[in-house]
């Protein structure tokens, strides 16, 4: 029997990143409980525009699934400023929280609590001026994702356009607002493509929970690997039963 054929293009989320050695990222149980040919690409900071280079090259295959992050509407500051109070302001990253250590002084622990405010103090200031925005447009991202859905079709007939949630615990109301905008705007483009061969797979809100994320609030934890498995294994069963019921008739 022929192997499927399977492509994960995704951003940092969908990767190992902050997991112990012997736990696995999602595509790569996936991997291994399909036991299917995996082609497997995870770039931290992966944008809808990036993502249309990353699948024009990869090799045509049965189905891909498209894990895009937070990169796309998460806000960055835009100053030339560089490194400053400990804030690397030409990165992308640069305000994202860092992944708690599991034991630290509680001298630590209170410095950490007040460079958060500070960071985030310095955040509403950047946003008053104008210098704390995502980089993409929102009124791009249409155009963007038609560019992208051409490009799949050409790779694939079967595509699952997986949205990353975050918890956002620790992020500021300006954060929410652009995440939850850019968000919402990706997913209703998707769904109004009318493109059978683009399936959305949306992360419930029962999901989005902290059991599922690591302390940085981004990057999910075992737990939350195990179940994106299962929403995506189970999304996959349903195209493939669709396909076989094609072929049948």
């Not at 040919?37 to 770039?43: A, E, F, I, N, P």
């Not at 993409?136 to 079709?153: M, P, R, S």
């Not at 790779?155 to 954060?175: A, D, G, I, P, Y």
């Not at 029962?206 to 929403?231: A, C, M, P, R």
Request: aromatic fraction near 10%; charged fraction near 25%; include cysteine.
């Amino acid at each position: 029997m022929k192997k499927l054929r399977i492509a994960v293009v995704g951003g940092s989320a969908c990767s190992s990143a902050g997991l112990d050695s012997s736990s696995k990222a999602w595509p790569l149980l996936l991997r291994d409980s399909y036991h299917c040919d995996l082609q497997y690409v995870s770039l931290g900071g992966l944008t809808i525009v990036r993502a249309i280079q990353i699948i024009s090259e990869i090799e045509p295959c049965d189905l891909v699934i498209l894990n895009l992050g937070t990169s796309t509407g998460w806000p960055i500051p835009i100053t030339k400023l560089q490194d400053r109070f400990g804030i690397k302001f030409s990165s992308e990253f640069g305000f994202h929280q860092p992944i708690k250590k599991t034991e630290v002084p509680t001298l630590f622990k209170i410095r950490k609590i007040l460079k958060l405010r500070f960071k985030n103090s310095v955040k509403y200031l950047l946003f008053a001026f104008g210098l704390y925005r995502p980089k993409a447009g929102i009124h791009e991202i249409n155009d963007q994702i038609d560019v992208l859905a051409k490009v799949l079709k050409s790779k694939t007939r079967n595509t699952v356009w997986l949205q990353h949630r975050v918890f956002q615990k620790t992020s500021t109301r300006v954060e929410r607002y652009f995440y939850r905008r850019y968000y919402n705007k990706i997913l209703n483009k998707v769904e109004s493509l009318e493109d059978e061969s683009i399936s959305v797979l949306q992360i419930p809100d029962t999901f989005v929970i902290q059991s599922n994320y690591l302390s940085d609030w981004v990057h999910l934890s075992h737990e939350g690997h195990t179940k994106i498995l299962k929403l995506v294994s189970e999304h996959i069963d349903d195209i493939l039963e669709i396909n076989h019921e094609e072929r049948r008739a």
